[in-house]
Nanobody
Framework: QVQPVESGGGFVQAGGSLRLSCVASGRTFNGKNIGWFRQTPGKEREFVAGISWFGAGTYYISSKEGQFTISRDYTKNTVYLQMNGLKPEDTAVYYC??????????????????WGQGTQVTVSS
């Protein structure tokens, strides 16, 4: 069973950038759609971006389109989330998840079956 492992979180000032990485552990991401979600205390897990297995199609929450970029490196079994122009409201734990290779990238947590432990992103004002 594939286990996503996130890294790259940290502390950054508003306007800064971070690149999160999600590496497959145990098995590969072959045949999996990958999604990035985020969660803050007391709130539901929120979809941020996703990338499909077929043709690497991408999908973003509308508020992050143009600010975040998701990509995948098939040779490294890694999916990246490049986050630019970060704002304090982007502060959250960011999770990577693997799901079935549906043609349309899922945006719900229930669309994904394997989750990482999360990486904290903190943006100061």
């Amino acid at each position: 069973q594939v286990q996503p492992v996130e890294s790259g979180g940290g502390f950054v000032q508003a306007g800064g950038s971070l690149r999160l990485s999600c590496v497959a552990s145990g098995r590969t991401f072959n045949g999996k759609n990958i999604g990035w979600f985020r969660q803050t205390p007391g709130k539901e897990r929120e979809f941020v971006a996703g990338i499909s297995w077929f043709g690497a199609g991408t999908y973003y929450i509308s508020s992050k389109e143009g600010q975040f970029t998701i990509s995948r490196d098939y040779t490294k079994n890694t999916v990246y989330l490049q986050m630019n122009g970060l704002k304090p409201e982007d502060t959250a734990v960011y999770y990577c998840a693997a799901g079935l290779p549906t043609r349309r990238v899922g945006t719900l947590p229930s669309d994904y079956t394997n989750w990482g432990q999360g990486t904290q992103v903190t943006v100061s004002s």
